[in-house]
T-cell receptor, first 114, second 111 residues
């Protein structure tokens, strides 16, 4: 176990709805990254938060947004869900600092959009 | 464009046998290369991390090699076990902390 937790484990939503996924980082980690992983593919970088500020973003539309709280936990929000948003959503926390040299992944949230 | 290519896409071996997974990358400037093991429906777990100056790193029955000149890495698994069945993902990062993930090799170990 990495000490990174995510909730919920599974989620089923309808197209057009909004969803919030949560991540608690490993103790002492101030950097959280979010990834989307489609079946049979590697994780795709969504964005990263460092000390409550967005610190880099991948090729995802603005309807993917996030937050990081003072305790370094984080949320991923997705608006106007589309069928292609169905995937495993992973968060990863990093050792203090801005580098993603060593990342610890959570178990993921499986999102199904119908 | 930074890319990470892994081969084979999938592999089936018998319990007790060895296997080698390949990773080729075009990420620049190179900082480090990591191998992760990902069980189905779970998050990836780190196996090895190698920087530019390291050409081999072991973690139990897992041994990773790195050739920074040819931009190739391999992950060798010795005496495979049923629990080794998983997806193995190669990740290469730049000095700026940008990571590129491969699509993984799915390994199935059969009794």
């Amino acid at each position: 176990e990495t000490g990174v937790t995510q909730s919920p484990t599974h989620l089923i939503k309808t197209r057009g709805q909004q969803v919030t996924l949560r991540c608690s980082s490993q103790s002492g980690h101030n950097t959280v990254s979010w990834y989307q992983q489609a079946l049979g593919q590697g994780p795709q970088f969504i964005f990263q938060y460092y000390r409550e500020e967005e610190n880099g973003r991948g090729n995802f539309p603005p309807r993917f947004s996030g937050l990081q709280f003072p305790n370094y936990s984080s949320e991923l929000n997705v608006n106007a869900l589309e069928l292609d948003d169905s995937a495993l959503y992973l968060c990863a926390s990093s050792l203090p600092g801005r580098d993603t040299y060593e990342q610890y992944f959570g178990p993921g949230t499986r999102l199904t959009v119908t | 464009k930074n890319q990470v290519e892994q081969s084979p896409q999938s592999l089936i071996i018998l319990e007790g046998k060895n296997c080698t997974l390949q990773c080729n990358y075009t990420v620049s400037p190179f900082s480090n290369l990591r191998w992760y093991k990902q069980d189905t429906g779970r998050g990836p777990v780190s196996l090895t991390i190698m920087t530019f100056s390291e050409n081999t790193k072991s973690n139990g029955r897992y041994t990773a090699t790195l050739d920074a000149d040819t931009k190739q890495s391999s992950l060798h698994i010795t005496a495979s076990q049923l629990s080794d069945s998983a997806s193995y993902i190669c990740v290469v990062s730049t000095n700026a902390g940008k990571s590129t993930f491969g699509d993984g090799t799915t390994l199935t170990v059969k009794p």
